[in-house]
């Protein structure tokens, strides 16, 4: 099982930036494993944002296309999302998922990762106001 551990949201303005960070640990092959971020606004179904396998290319949900960007610091083990030009309907919790299946990453977020697949961070919270 993979540890996952998300940090750095927060509250912002629209048109504000902010940097999430997803910190792993208890992998067993690295890259077997398509990393992604999601998020669940409330009263919604959670959502993908974007992805990263193990090669390093990325994917992102159309919302969130040339305004996102997923990054890796492979020595610290931790997978980055920096969100900018923020806007109110970006407000949620975010979280960071680790799937065990690399080819999840190419499936554009047609359905959520099987339960018994996925391992979830704890979550942060990111509003951004009008």
């Known amino acids: 099982q993979v540890q996952l551990v998300e940090s750095g949201g927060g509250s912002v303005q629209a048109g504000g930036s902010l940097r999430l960070s997803c910190a792993a640990s208890?992998?067993?092959?690295?890259?077997?494993?398509?990393m992604a971020w999601f998020r669940q606004a409330p009263g919604k179904e959670r959502e993908g944002v974007g992805s990263?396998?193990?090669?390093?290319?990325?994917t992102y949900a159309d919302p969130v296309k040339g305004r996102f960007t997923i990054s890796r610091d492979n020595v610290r083990d931790t997978m980055y999302l920096e969100m900018n030009s923020l806007k109110p309907e970006d407000t949620a919790m975010y979280y960071c998922?680790?799937?065990?299946?690399?080819?999840?990453?190419?499936?554009?977020?047609?359905?959520?990762?099987?339960?018994?697949?996925?391992?979830w961070g704890q979550g942060t919270q990111v509003t951004v106001s009008s």
């Open positions: 998922a680790a799937v065990r299946r690399g080819d999840y990453c190419y499936t554009s977020f047609s359905q959520l990762p099987p339960p018994t697949l996925v391992d």
């Open positions: 208890g992998y067993t092959n690295e890259r077997a494993y398509c």
């Open positions: 990263l396998d193990s090669s390093g290319s990325t």
